[in-house]
């Protein structure tokens, strides 16, 4: 087995129970293996539901930026598990959860598999990823365009918001630079 890291951006999603709380227990239990290493954290934001049933409560969104050892399937075997821990019921396609964890790039790797697309197939459409991911990392680029341009033109973008003690550049500075 080969012991060469990989970056990878995981986002999180929660609109069920203690969101916030889920969210920061979720990253802890994300990079609670030695083949992960987080690299740096986005803030917070809220996001109106996109998709899925009517009248779903909010989302709290966030993205992290891990290197692992890790193969892709391996990660998103862990990012279930994950999800599990947190209770993740799979009732409705993009109902409400109390949990959710999407790889949205790994390395530079793409595959059409589907049970593992990567990039992951609607991060470009979606602010709740693009945003926070923006934040953490102002010069990320995603499928050769800029991650904050893609943010600004997604449909979901007037919707969002910070949550409680965002602070942009703090957080981010806090976080430290992705390489
Ligand atoms: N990049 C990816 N990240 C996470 N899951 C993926 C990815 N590509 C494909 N999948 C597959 O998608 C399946 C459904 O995932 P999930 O239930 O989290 O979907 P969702 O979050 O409701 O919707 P969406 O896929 O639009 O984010 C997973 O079981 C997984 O095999
Ligand atoms: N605001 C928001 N909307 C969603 C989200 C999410 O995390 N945030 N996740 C979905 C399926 O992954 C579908 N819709």
Same mark, same amino acid.
């Given at each position: 087995m080969s012991s060469r890291f990989t970056k990878a951006i995981l986002a999180l999603g929660s609109n069920l129970g203690e969101r916030n709380d889920t969210l920061s227990t979720a990253v802890a239990d994300l990079v609670d293996r030695p083949e992960i290493r987080l690299l740096g954290v986005s803030p917070v934001v809220q996001t109106k539901a996109v998709g899925?049933? *009517?009248?779903q409560p909010d989302f709290l969104n966030m993205v992290i930026a891990i290197e692992t050892t890790l193969a892709p399937l391996e990660l998103l075997q862990h990012c279930h598990d994950v999800e599990q821990m947190h209770h993740r019921v799979r009732e409705v396609r993009w109902g409400p959860r109390t949990l959710d964890v999407d790889?949205? *790039?790994?390395?530079e790797l793409t595959s059409d598999d589907e049970t593992l697309t990567l990039p992951h197939p609607r991060a470009a459409e979606r602010a709740f990823v693009l945003y926070p991911w923006a934040l953490l990392d102002p010069a990320a680029r995603l499928n050769g365009e800029s991650v904050a341009e893609l943010a600004t033109k997604a449909e979901d973008f007037p919707g969002l918001r910070p949550f409680d003690g965002f602070d942009g550049s703090g957080s981010v500075a806090a976080a430290g630079a992705v390489e």
């Amino acid at each position: 087995m080969s012991s060469r890291f990989t970056k990878a951006i995981l986002a999180l999603g929660s609109n069920l129970g203690e969101r916030n709380d889920t969210l920061s227990t979720a990253v802890a239990d994300l990079v609670d293996r030695p083949e992960i290493r987080l690299l740096g954290v986005s803030p917070v934001v809220q996001t109106k539901a996109v998709g899925g049933p *009517v009248g779903q409560p909010d989302f709290l969104n966030m993205v992290i930026a891990i290197e692992t050892t890790l193969a892709p399937l391996e990660l998103l075997q862990h990012c279930h598990d994950v999800e599990q821990m947190h209770h993740r019921v799979r009732e409705v396609r993009w109902g409400p959860r109390t949990l959710d964890v999407d790889i949205i *790039v790994y390395g530079e790797l793409t595959s059409d598999d589907e049970t593992l697309t990567l990039p992951h197939p609607r991060a470009a459409e979606r602010a709740f990823v693009l945003y926070p991911w923006a934040l953490l990392d102002p010069a990320a680029r995603l499928n050769g365009e800029s991650v904050a341009e893609l943010a600004t033109k997604a449909e979901d973008f007037p919707g969002l918001r910070p949550f409680d003690g965002f602070d942009g550049s703090g957080s981010v500075a806090a976080a430290g630079a992705v390489e």
